[in-house]
């Protein structure tokens, strides 16, 4: 298994542009998370999924789009990029099998993207 | 909101030694509470997980523990190694929302030899 992978590795927008952020895993996990990582802080979960066609927001879901049109695909669209989403974003997923799953979160390597 | 405060930005400790990092929490009392860790331009890694009831979990050099009326765990890694370098987080899940974590802004390890 390749396990969570996301592209792209590093990316430069400009101011206004947008993208989409890629995430794919191939473990068959039902949750998936998006996360933003600034420098010397925590992780803080912008949005996640619990399934196919079910998304919810987050701790900091302005100026960001999700969806999960399949188990293994959750894409994170940021419309007119700003300075303040420079950032890491971490794509993660579990497979829980109700009380007694471990919730064990598998993160990708990462999206370093920096808005100038 | 929940809040969680791990102890200090950075430990230094040297090769041989046990590293105690600490994980502090506010408010609602987690369901579980998990550690990772993450190296440099890496996505965290799990290690270990304690659920409400437990109060310890060992694993190979690692130990947790859980204290629910302080509001605190504990991660010790025995024979630190500077392998063990490294940023550690602390995270916790509500019983309402299993499976979504808040995270702790991490302790940096660095172990010398």
């Known amino acids: 298994n390749a396990g969570v992978t996301q592209t792209p590795k590093f990316r430069i927008l400009k101011i206004g542009q947008s993208m989409t952020l890629q995430c794919t895993q191939d473990?068959?996990?039902?949750?998936m998370y998006w996360y933003r990582q600034d420098p010397g802080m925590g992780l803080k979960l912008i949005y996640y999924?619990?399934?196919?066609?079910?998304?919810d927001k987050g701790e900091v879901p302005n100026g960001y789009n999700v969806s999960r049109s399949t188990t293994e695909d959750f894409p994170l669209r940021l419309e007119l990029a700003a300075p303040s989403q420079t950032s890491v974003y971490f794509c993660a997923s579990v497979k829980t099998h109700g009380g007694a799953s471990s919730y064990e979160q598998y993160f990708g390597p990462g999206t370093r993207l920096t808005v100038t | 909101s929940q809040k969680i405060e791990q102890n200090s930005e950075a430990l230094n400790i040297q090769e041989g030694k046990t590293a105690t990092l600490t994980c502090n929490y506010t408010?609602?009392?987690?369901?579980?509470l998990q550690w990772y860790r993450q190296d440099p331009g890496r996505g965290p890694v799990f290690l270990l997980l304690i659920r409400e009831n437990e109060k310890e979990k060992r694993k190979e050099r690692l130990k947790v523990t859980f204290d629910t009326t302080l509001k605190q765990s504990l991660f010790h890694i025995t024979a630190s190694q500077p392998a063990d370098s490294a940023t550690y987080l602390c995270?916790?899940?509500?019983?309402?929302?299993?499976?979504?974590?808040?995270f702790g802004r991490g302790t940096q390890l660095t172990v010398w030899p």
């Open positions: 999924s619990v399934g196919a066609g079910i998304t």
């Open positions: 473990m068959n996990h039902n949750y």
């Open positions: 995270a916790l899940a509500r019983g309402s929302t299993l499976g979504r974590l808040y």
């Open positions: 408010n609602y009392s987690p369901a579980y």
